[in-house]
């Protein structure tokens, strides 16, 4: 017996052992656009592995070892060869074989022109999404804010806010041709989807009021009065740690390519900003709600990712349950004076537990005291609830987005990393106290679901809204102004901010006087026209009975004189998204 055991042990030692594969698995993207490449061709020199890039641009190939040398060929591009290193994970640009364009103008307007009419990336945007039947998604009902005699009632209370998805999903009806549902315009989330130049605060002060006054466009006895309120810049490096939960919806609703895969692909931008001293821990659901990834440093990256890129979808939606526990492991990770929040990405197509609107709110204002913040992300069509993730977001100190593509992720998780993520302002309220001397009648347009009413003002269920890391808020009234008004430099309001900090329970409030001094709307700032153009386009879709002479071809007309510096072409965007709808008929020429 003891003869055989050591023959057994020295055919073993005699034997090689099979060689052990090393998997490697990464993403190939254009080297100029960033868009993802599918089709690209990945094999290893000298051995018979071979895959090919899906389409969002991922692949997974196994080497013989961390010698091995990887080639990416795509026709359109030059081929390239990596070692595949120490490294389990790859992000590979491509350069294209075309000849690039010089002219960065021309360039810019490609790119405008490409994300309206397919998004930066054909293969995330919603123009393959089949069905065009929308009867199964939901909206809060809007009633458009009405004038407002200043001998009735001189003060007009809402809350700040920089949510933007209504801008981003009314894009999506554009590009798929589609009515607009009215209710789906929500105009503060048009005007804030764009960047302003107001300047920062002065140091030390959190937030900064600005104003501009002059002549409006669409009614020539009105006048327009802009109010924007900026955030402080913080820089990434002095940005607190973060300690975020990922809450991600993989129920049967989430297969579709425009909801989960464009979700992880969403994800995997924002976790390539995470800094060593963030964490993340990730819980899916379904059915029932599960832990995939307990709290981990933001420097591991390839285990975040992992366990991203692994999930699927599949079941029901347990909404409430999932929420919970999220808003559990977060508080168990809790990190005084640093950023913590829940990060949700869902159709909003809760049916396991309680499911409404209503308790939806109910649950999420028993967790707002807890110090932990809300990011809401929209994704899909058809059986998208936007009013319950804005239910959500709104009672949760939190913000909006709905991602259409790939490019509006990279403009969230990326471009507005922080002011996405790091809130320095919270519960913010303004109080426009007008001047009846000089202001007849005032209307806030849009805000309609953030108006406060006095009544309401003791309760602790209303709250004001948020300001991220050098954001700007805007808000627009449309002014009647009294006949034989005073002189330019009376005052035309005072507003009153109130916010806390964000990591301070202490309600803080700055004042401002709104100078009466009016401009001509043609001599008005670029920010000013601009936003007025939005303003209106807005209007017209919601068919506003305040719309006066406007029309289609004046906001055309209006954009295209206000684009100045236009950070990421989203201006531009804007006037192609205009010609779509002016082209499909859906807004009054």
Not at 225 to 240: E, M
């Amino acid at each position: 017996m003891q003869r055989l055991l050591m023959l057994l042990v020295s055919l073993i030692i005699l034997v090689p052992g099979r060689a052990q594969k090393i998997w490697i698995s990464g993403a190939v993207e254009d080297s100029i656009s960033h868009n993802p490449l599918p089709g690209v061709i990945v094999t290893v020199n000298h051995d018979t592995a071979k895959v090919i890039t899906n389409q969002y641009g991922l692949f997974r190939i196994a080497v013989p070892s961390q010698d091995a040398i990887l080639l990416f060929q795509h026709n359109g591009y030059f081929p390239k060869s990596l070692s595949a290193g120490a490294y389990s994970r790859m992000l590979v640009q491509l350069n294209s074989r075309e000849e690039i364009q010089e002219d960065v103008a021309k360039k810019a307007k490609a790119i405008a022109r490409e994300r309206s009419s397919n998004g930066s990336n054909p293969n995330y945007s919603n123009s393959g999404m089949g069905t065009r039947a929308f009867f199964d998604e939901t909206y809060g009902t809007l009633y458009e804010n009405k004038f407002v005699e200043t001998g009735i009632k001189n003060t007009s209370l809402f809350a700040i806010d920089v949510d933007r998805a209504a801008y981003s999903n009314i894009r999506r009806f554009v590009k798929l041709k589609e009515k607009i549902p009215v209710n789906a315009v929500r105009i503060e989330e048009m005007l804030n989807y764009f960047h302003y130049h107001y300047p920062l605060p002065p140091p030390g002060q959190t937030l900064a009021i600005y104003s501009k006054y002059a002549t409006c466009p669409w009614a020539d006895e009105h006048r327009l009065l802009q109010i924007a309120v900026r955030g402080k810049s913080v820089n990434v490096d002095s940005l607190p740690p973060s300690n975020l939960v990922f809450l991600i919806d993989v129920s049967g609703s989430m297969a579709t390519p425009n909801k989960l895969p464009l979700l992880q692909a969403a994800f995997r931008i924002l976790v390539n900003n995470l800094r060593s001293n963030d964490h993340v821990a990730i819980v899916a659901y379904a059915g029932a709600p599960g832990i995939i990834l307990p709290s981990t440093p933001g420097n591991e990256k390839v285990k975040i990712l992992n366990a991203i890129d692994y999930l699927s979808a599949g079941g029901a939606t347990a909404g409430e349950a999932a929420i919970k526990l999220a808003y559990q492991i977060a508080e168990e990770n809790f990190i005084k004076d640093g950023n913590n929040r829940v990060i949700m990405a869902t159709d909003g197509d809760f049916n396991v537990g309680q499911t409404s609107d209503h308790d939806m709110e109910q649950l999420i204002l028993g967790k707002k005291e807890t110090g932990v913040l809300l990011t809401c992300l929209g994704f899909g069509m058809k059986n998208y609830k936007d009013s319950k993730l804005e239910t959500l977001s709104s009672k949760g100190n939190g913000n909006f987005a709905y991602i259409d593509n790939l490019e509006e992720a990279n403009k969230i998780f990326a471009r507005e990393f922080g002011s996405t993520l790091f809130t320095v302002a919270k519960d913010i309220q303004a109080d426009v106290v007008f001047n009846p001397r000089t202001v007849k009648s005032y209307r806030l347009i849009g805000y309609e679901n953030k108006v406060i009413q006095e009544e309401d003002t003791a309760s602790d269920k209303i709250s004001g809204g948020i300001i991220g890391a050098g954001h700007c808020a805007v808000a627009m009234y449309e002014i009647v102004p009294q006949d034989g008004m005073a002189a330019a430099d009376s005052s035309l309001a005072t507003v009153n901010l109130s916010y806390r900090e964000a990591v301070d329970t202490t309600m803080k409030t700055i004042s401002y006087t709104v100078s009466g001094e009016l401009t001509l709307f043609k001599e008005a700032s670029n920010d000013f026209r601009f936003a007025s153009a939005v303003a209106l386009m807005g209007m017209l879709l919601r068919k506003s009975a305040y719309k006066g002479n406007g029309t289609c071809n004046m906001v055309m007309d209006i954009a295209k004189r206000s684009l100045g510096d236009d950070p990421g072409g989203y201006r531009k965007e804007f006037i192609v998204l205009l010609k779509g709808l002016k082209k499909s008929g859906k807004i009054e020429d």
